[in-house]
């Protein structure tokens, strides 16, 4: 009988082929892969370096000189009671800082129709053209 010098060989099993199959699966299901964005309201949350900004937002500009009137004749302006003879120096510095701002007089309807017409030949005077100017009833 011969011997035969031959050892026993380990079976192994090559995972070369197996991973390089998970690549390329993985890599079809990424690039294949649709990304949904939900719908819903975004939020624009300001900035931190905005809260030590003082230039004023994009719209400011645009935001109204307003004056109410209300029932007892008292005017406001930005929640502040102010007299009469004060109204033509606010429109002059509010209309300077913002030129495209329209004057609104908002008159309650028990009020002088006199205060409504000082603060609109006041915001003439200063040089406001007619068509922004608004008269509206206070409700």
């Known amino acids: 009988m011969r011997k035969f010098a031959k050892e026993t060989e ?5 995972l070369t082929p197996m991973l390089d199959v998970v690549f390329i699966m993985l890599i079809f299901f990424i690039v294949t892969a649709t990304f949904v964005k939900e719908s819903g309201l975004e939020i624009n949350k300001p900035e931190d370096n905005q809260a030590n900004d003082q230039s004023p937002p994009p719209d400011d500009d645009k935001r109204a000189i307003a004056f109410i009137i209300d029932d007892n004749n008292r005017i406001f302006h930005e929640f502040r009671s102010i007299d009469i003879s004060s ?7 509010e209309s300077v800082e913002r030129p ?5 007089i908002q008159a309650a309807s028990g009020s002088y129709t006199g205060l409504s017409v000082r603060i609109y030949d006041a915001a003439i005077d200063i040089g406001i053209p007619r068509d922004k100017i608004v008269l509206t009833p206070k409700k």
């Not at 109204?87 to 510095?93: F, P």
């Not at 495209?100 to 609104?104: D, L, Q, T, Y």
């Open 10 to 14: 380990e079976a192994e099993v090559n």
């Open 87 to 93: 109204v033509e120096s606010i429109i002059k510095k």
């Open 100 to 104: 495209k701002a329209p004057v609104v």
